[in-house]
């Protein structure tokens, strides 16, 4: 066990709708990022967000936000789904500037019809 | 940009026998972070072992070890003794960090399958 929790685990949403998904991060960790892992690859850093502000985005377009919050809770919000955006979304939690690993929750399996 | 190659898409082993899945990455930072996770179906990522680049010694953790080679850029994962609870997808990872926002972040590869035959 982790201590980071997703939800929800599975999740089937229409082309063009919006859709949030949750995070719960470790207890202490100050530091939440986003993963998005298509089928048979390798995770992509979508955005980081330390002490509620983002400092970092990957290759991603705007319409996908997020919100950090002070209680170790995060979202991510994709708006305008397409087809392309079914995929795994891995959260993660961390120290920023610490010596320490990145702690991943189960994911949140989305798919776009 | 920093990238990370596995050239593995699949590996088998026996169980007990000992198998090395592959890693190279290219960066131009002197100081840096390299993972391995595991991935089992469950799809949760678990690390395995972590190497600080400053450290010559190669990290050791139980049956997994690694042979980190810097000029080299090469960073591959030794599991010793395999078991059938190895069975996962392995992924290596290296932790950039933006030198103007701060952000760190990981930078995996593709992935390395890896099946254990009982």
């Known amino acids: 066990e982790t201590g980071v929790t997703q939800s929800p685990t599975h999740l089937i949403k229409t082309r063009g709708q919006q859709v949030t998904l949750r995070c719960s991060s470790q207890?202490?960790?100050?530091?939440v990022s986003w993963y998005q892992q298509a089928l048979g690859q390798g995770p992509q850093f979508i955005f980081q967000?330390?002490?509620?502000?983002?400092?970092g985005r990957g290759n991603f377009p705007p319409r996908f936000s997020g919100l950090q919050f002070p209680n170790y809770s995060s979202e991510l919000n994709v708006n305008a789904l397409e087809l392309d955006d079914s995929a795994l979304y891995l959260c993660?939690?961390?120290?920023?500037?610490?010596?320490?690993?990145?702690?991943f929750g189960q994911g949140t399996r989305l798919t776009v019809v | 940009a920093q990238t990370v190659t596995q050239s593995q898409p699949e590996m088998s082993v026996q169980e007990a026998e000992t198998v090395t899945l592959s890693c190279t990455y290219d960066?131009?930072?002197?100081?840096?972070?390299l993972f391995w996770y595991k991935q089992p179906p469950s799809r949760q990522m678990i690390l395995v072992i972590r190497q600080e680049a400053y450290k010559q010694q190669n990290a050791t953790e139980n049956r997994f070890s690694v042979n980190f080679q810097k000029a080299a850029k090469s960073f591959s994962l030794k599991i010793s003794d395999s078991q059938l609870g190895d069975a996962a997808m392995y992924f290596c990872?290296?932790?950039?960090?933006?030198?103007?926002?701060?952000?760190?972040?990981?930078?995996f590869g593709q992935g390395t399958r890896l099946t254990i035959n009982p």
């Open positions: 993660a939690s961390s120290l920023l500037w610490g010596r320490t690993e990145a702690f």
């Open positions: 967000y330390y002490r509620e502000e983002e400092n």
């Open positions: 960066t131009s930072e002197s100081d840096y972070y």
């Open positions: 990872a290296y932790r950039s960090v933006d030198e103007v926002q701060g952000a760190q972040k990981l930078v």
């Open positions: 207890s202490g960790h100050n530091t």
